[in-house]
């Protein structure tokens, strides 16, 4: 069965095909029909949740929200409301030039397409390793993965985390709050590898009161009869009864090679600023896609659901004939492990100088309050400057207070190109319930001087 008529004679038969119902998608089908609200706009998601956030999965297994909670809209909104052709729970299986195969109630179909939209996002890293297939092993991908997961860890005591980045570092704060014995292995000398040590140390330290925390240790295998029930490290074995694997995460590119799209240098989607493929009339948006970074101009891979969805928004204004560019990413991030906020913006000291900067850095402690004013927290800053130009590089910030509005600060400032000088005469806010008079991230700049 063949819909669709392959470009048609009118605006009224244009038909997109997009390929993911997550955040780059839908953003793309939405900005696509309020600028062209005539054409067929057909989504096709592989499962029963859309415009879903599973970055909220963590939040589920600890019990402080719902599974059908993590799509921010219903499909209702997309279909009824915004005129989306949505099919869910439908599988694409082929793709060539102005056309795709997909698998709809059990019956295999094809589409025609005018404009093609790759969104089919990122999947887990599962390392090849021995008793990987064991009952009892679990990623963190999409909402269903917390259903499963909550539904195996009901009688459990014994959790084991492989991976200490931000899902696992989230992960181990859903089970230990749960009251569950965690234990999180890492392969590397500190958790949150893509940050410096001196500031993956407070992380460290907070873990270490909750779980129990195996640095420079590499999983040899899960042991178990039917399901897991050891993990063997190269220095220990671990009890476990349920284990989350979270080391990573690869962008979903085989559909985009079969059609024969070119893959960038990270083995993500090749995009230009305009969100377009190496091939006339196809894009891609959100984590299967490659962008730049704000700072250097190059090629990087940042699946994260912020810039997921401004690529969407930029891919679905130029399909729709509009001129936008997306600017690329700094890869602006913020967590928590229990009270502990932790968050990161543009490059780390080490990606700094891997990116061939000269550097210099400034590492301050300060209350988020003045001395007077009760409820002050300490908070922990790095800041990251090139040596030559004093331009701000990067920041990187533990606290149990004001955290987000820091590193919202920092990207901002970073993106507009500020120096050391900018920041020192950032006009920011003073009150006593708020910040000290001398607000951190000044004195930060104050320190790296200019």
């Given at each position: 069965?063949?819909?669709?008529?392959n470009?048609g004679?009118?605006?009224?038969d244009?038909?997109?095909?997009?390929?993911?119902?997550?955040?780059?998608?839908?953003s793309?089908?939405?900005?696509?029909?309020?600028?062209?609200?005539?054409?067929?706009?057909?989504v096709?998601?592989?499962?029963?949740?859309?415009s879903?956030?599973?970055?909220?999965?963590?939040?589920v297994v600890?019990?402080?929200?719902?599974?059908?909670?993590?799509?921010?809209?219903?499909?209702?909104?997309?279909?009824?409301?915004?005129?989306?052709?949505?099919?869910?729970n439908?599988?694409?299986?082929?793709?060539?030039?102005?056309?795709?195969?997909?698998?709809?109630?059990?019956?295999?179909?094809?589409?025609e397409?005018?404009?093609l939209v790759?969104?089919t996002?990122?999947?887990?890293?599962?390392?090849?390793?021995?008793?990987k297939?064991?009952?009892?092993?679990?990623?963190?991908?999409?909402?269903?993965?917390?259903?499963?997961?909550?539904?195996?860890?009901?009688?459990?005591?014994?959790?084991?985390i492989?991976?200490?980045?931000?899902?696992?570092?989230?992960?181990?704060?859903?089970?230990?709050?749960r009251?569950?014995?965690?234990?999180?292995?890492?392969?590397?000398?500190?958790?949150?590898?893509?940050?410096?040590?001196?500031i993956?140390?407070?992380?460290?330290?907070?873990m270490e009161?909750?779980?129990n925390?195996?640095?420079?240790?590499?999983?040899?295998?899960?042991?178990?009869?039917?399901?897991v029930?050891?993990v063997?490290t190269?220095?220990?074995?671990?009890?476990?009864?349920?284990?989350?694997?979270?080391t990573?995460?690869?962008p979903?590119?085989e559909?985009a090679?079969?059609?024969?799209?070119?893959?960038?240098?990270t083995?993500?989607?090749?995009?230009?600023r305009k969100?377009?493929?190496s091939?006339?009339?196809?894009?891609?948006a959100?984590?299967?896609?490659?962008t730049?970074?704000?700072?250097?101009g190059?090629r990087?891979w940042n699946?994260?659901?912020?810039?997921?969805?401004?690529?969407?928004?930029?891919a679905?204004?130029n399909?729709?004939?509009?001129?936008?560019?997306?600017?690329?990413v700094?890869g602006?991030?913020?967590?928590?492990?229990h009270?502990?906020e932790i968050?990161?913006?543009?490059?780390?000291?080490?990606?700094?100088?891997e990116?061939?900067?000269?550097?210099?850095?400034a590492?301050?402690?300060?209350?988020?309050?003045?001395?007077?004013?009760?409820?002050?927290?300490?908070?922990?800053?790095?800041?990251?400057?090139?040596?030559?130009?004093?331009?701000?590089?990067?920041a990187?910030?533990?606290?149990?207070?004001?955290?987000?509005?820091?590193?919202?600060?920092?990207?901002?400032?970073?993106?507009?190109?500020?120096?050391?000088?900018?920041l020192?005469?950032?006009d920011l806010?003073?009150?006593?319930?708020?910040?000290?008079?001398?607000e951190?991230?000044?004195?930060?700049a104050r320190?790296?001087?200019?």
């Amino acid at each position: 069965m063949v819909e669709g008529t392959n470009m048609g004679d009118s605006d009224s038969d244009i038909r997109v095909a997009i390929i993911g119902g997550g955040a780059g998608g839908m953003s793309a089908a939405s900005r696509i029909k309020a600028l062209k609200p005539e054409w067929i706009v057909s989504v096709f998601e592989a499962t029963s949740f859309v415009s879903h956030a599973p970055c909220g999965i963590p939040y589920v297994v600890e019990g402080i929200s719902e599974t059908s909670k993590l799509m921010y809209y219903p499909p209702s909104v997309f279909i009824e409301k915004r005129g989306i052709d949505l099919r869910m729970n439908t599988r694409v299986i082929d793709v060539s030039k102005g056309s795709l195969q997909y698998i709809e109630n059990g019956e295999e179909k094809e589409m025609e397409w005018d404009y093609l939209v790759f969104g089919t996002g990122a999947s887990p890293i599962i390392p090849p390793i021995e008793g990987k297939d064991l009952e009892g092993i679990f990623t963190v991908d999409l909402p269903p993965d917390a259903e499963r997961i909550n539904s195996a860890s009901k009688d459990v005591s014994e959790v084991v985390i492989v991976g200490s980045g931000y899902i696992g570092l989230e992960m181990a704060e859903a089970f230990s709050a749960r009251g569950k014995n965690v234990t999180v292995i890492e392969m590397l000398p500190h958790p949150l590898p893509n940050f410096d040590e001196d500031i993956a140390e407070v992380v460290k330290a907070e873990m270490e009161k909750k779980v129990n925390l195996r640095l420079n240790e590499k999983v040899q295998a899960f042991e178990g009869k039917d399901k897991v029930e050891k993990v063997v490290t190269d220095k220990g074995e671990y009890k476990a009864e349920l284990v989350i694997v979270a080391t990573g995460v690869k962008p979903n590119v085989e559909l985009a090679e079969k059609l024969g799209v070119k893959l960038g240098e990270t083995g993500a989607i090749w995009t230009d600023r305009k969100m377009r493929t190496s091939m006339e009339n196809v894009y891609a948006a959100g984590d299967c896609a490659e962008t730049y970074h704000m700072i250097t101009g190059k090629r990087v891979w940042n699946p994260l659901a912020p810039p997921g969805n401004k690529m969407g928004y930029v891919a679905g204004v130029n399909i729709a004939g509009g001129d936008i560019e997306f600017p690329g990413v700094l890869g602006t991030q913020i967590t928590k492990f229990h009270e502990l906020e932790i968050a990161k913006t543009g490059f780390s000291e080490k990606e700094a100088k891997e990116n061939g900067f000269e550097v210099k850095t400034a590492l301050i402690k300060a209350q988020t309050r003045v001395h007077y004013y009760p409820g002050g927290r300490e908070t922990q800053i790095k800041v990251v400057a090139d040596k030559n130009t004093n331009r701000i590089l990067g920041a990187q910030i533990v606290g149990y207070d004001s955290v987000l509005a820091r590193v919202d600060t920092m990207a901002a400032a970073i993106q507009a190109g500020f120096t050391t000088k900018d920041l020192f005469f950032a006009d920011l806010a003073y009150a006593p319930p708020f910040a000290p008079t001398w607000e951190p991230l000044v004195v930060a700049a104050r320190v790296l001087k200019f």
